[in-house]
């Protein structure tokens, strides 16, 4: 099915939340081998589900890993600018590998930070989180559009 949506909508709030909740282990180890290579054929994926004047190129596509502390990893996506209001600046993968609470895990993270326009005209962003069951969860507007920034915002949900 064609969408409506952008390839890098396509990317970030469907394939991203789809591959990495589905199984993180192997989504981590793959990513931690193949990095950029692994995005861009997603990427390329993405790009089949979506009308031929919504592709974009992947200029701009690359991860970056932090591990505020020795039980979470952050794989940092950075995303090709934004052009369309929905598409992400970055997208955040958590990976706790050790939050296996009972009867639930907490393994799995996604986050994105969207432009969107603002009420007083100009543009703004959205902070979302996209569940397991890949339900859309919008958290806060304000974001500025900076690595540091977006990793804070997320970092303050995660609540550690």
Same mark, same amino acid.
């Given at each position: 099915?064609?969408?409506?949506?952008?390839?890098?909508?396509? /990317?970030?709030?469907?394939?991203?939340?789809?591959? =990495?909740?589905?199984?993180?282990?192997? /989504?981590?180890?793959?990513?931690?081998?193949?990095?950029?290579?692994?995005?861009?054929? @997603?990427?390329?994926?993405?790009?089949?589900?979506?009308? +031929?004047?919504?592709?974009?190129?992947? =200029?701009?596509?690359? @991860?970056?890993?932090?591990?505020?502390?020795?039980?979470?990893?952050? @794989?940092?996506?950075?995303?090709?600018? +934004?052009?369309?209001?929905?598409?992400?600046? /970055?997208?955040?993968?958590? @990976?706790?590998?050790?939050?296996?609470? =009972?009867?639930?895990?907490?393994?799995?993270?996604?986050?994105?930070?969207? $432009?969107?326009?603002?009420?007083?005209?100009?543009?703004?962003?959205?902070?979302?989180?996209?569940?397991?069951?890949?339900?859309?969860?919008?958290?806060? $507007?304000?974001? +500025?559009?900076?690595?540091?920034?977006?990793?804070?915002?997320?970092?303050?949900?995660?609540?550690?």
């Amino acid at each position: 099915m064609v969408s409506e949506k952008t390839q890098s909508q396509a /990317f970030v709030n469907e394939a991203l939340p789809e591959l =990495f909740h589905r199984n993180p282990d192997t /989504f981590v180890r793959l990513l931690e081998r193949d990095g950029t290579r692994l995005l861009r054929f @997603y990427w390329e994926e993405a790009g089949k589900r979506v009308k +031929p004047e919504n592709l974009r190129d992947a =200029f701009g596509l690359n @991860y970056l890993t932090y591990q505020p502390n020795r039980r979470t990893t952050i @794989y940092l996506i950075t995303l090709p600018e +934004p052009k369309s209001y929905g598409e992400a600046y /970055f997208a955040a993968l958590v @990976y706790r590998p050790y939050r296996v609470l =009972f009867l639930s895990s907490d393994v799995s993270g996604v986050y994105s930070l969207e $432009r969107i326009p603002s009420e007083a005209g100009s543009e703004d962003t959205l902070l979302v989180e996209w569940t397991k069951r890949l339900h859309r969860v919008e958290i806060r $507007r304000g974001v +500025p559009p900076e690595k540091n920034a977006f990793l804070q915002a997320v970092w303050n949900e995660l609540g550690e």
